[in-house]
């Protein structure tokens, strides 16, 4: 791949995760990570991007608890080294957990409201996040299984 389509995609990758309101740096270094084929360090990552060290270790932060990166500790170093991770299975488990936790805090809403559509539209709220937690599931499930029908 050229350095120019390479940065690109880089660029391309920042501006797709902008668009979920996740900065355009932690997007950029999600993408370098998606094409880089070793682990890379915080000062490598910095360097390619022209980013600075703090912003990165944001962005990899981010990119961690998003379950999009990995974070390697080096033995006997304060040193890190980040690489991206497999992709679905971890992504929707860090995004199950993420809905498990809002279902939770939606149904304590539950006893605030009467009958009515303040009622009807937390319902609603809980039963989409709940739906989309039971498909991925299930999707993961498959995917484990090799059954058909997973990615």
């Given at each position: 791949m050229s350095?120019?389509?390479?940065?690109?995609?880089?660029?391309?990758?920042?501006?797709?995760?902008?668009?979920?309101?996740?900065?355009?740096a932690t997007g950029r270094v999600y993408g370098l990570l998606l094409v880089t084929e070793e682990p890379s360090s915080l000062d490598a990552i910095a360097a390619e991007l022209g980013l600075s060290k703090g912003a990165v270790s944001t962005a990899v932060?981010?990119?961690?608890?998003?379950?999009?990166?990995?974070?390697?500790?080096?033995p006997g170093s304060r040193r890190l080294l980040v690489e991206a991770t497999g992709g679905l299975e971890t992504l929707l488990e860090a995004s199950h957990a993420r809905a498990r936790t809002l279902?939770?805090?939606?149904?304590?809403?539950?006893?605030?409201?009467?009958?009515?559509?303040?009622?009807?539209?937390?319902?609603?709220?809980?039963?989409?996040?709940?739906?989309?937690?039971?498909?991925?599931?299930?999707?993961?499930?498959?995917?484990?299984?090799?059954?058909?029908?997973?990615p």
């Open positions: 350095a120019e389509r390479r940065a690109a995609f880089v660029t391309s990758v920042g501006d797709l995760l902008a668009s979920w309101n996740l900065p355009h932060r981010q990119l961690d608890s998003w379950g999009l990166a990995r974070v390697i500790p080096q279902i939770a805090a939606l149904r304590d809403g539950e006893e605030l409201v009467g009958p009515g559509p303040a009622q009807e539209r937390l319902q609603d709220v809980i039963g989409l996040f709940a739906g989309y937690v039971d498909v991925g599931s299930e999707l993961l499930s498959r995917r484990r299984r090799g059954t058909p029908g997973g």
